[in-house]
């Protein structure tokens, strides 16, 4: 009889982490340049193009 443990992989955990951060900084950048839409419409349209995707 053999059995099998589900063991957590640690070395999972920093992509979970980055993953978590990344959508962090993504959902500030699109916050940031909608609110630049009104009194900078250029700087909006550029992050928006360059979004840090």
């Known amino acids: ?3 099998t443990t589900q063991a957590k992989a ?3 955990d920093w992509l979970k982490s980055y993953y978590y ?3 962090a900084v993504s959902a500030v950048w ?3 340049a909608l ?3 009104r009194s900078l419409p250029q700087l909006a349209a550029v992050m928006l193009v360059a979004y840090p995707a």
Do not use: K, Q
């Open 35 to 37: 609110a630049a839409r």
């Open 1 to 3: 009889m053999t059995s």
């Open 30 to 32: 699109v916050v940031l």
């Open 10 to 12: 640690p070395d999972r």
């Open 21 to 23: 951060l990344r959508f």
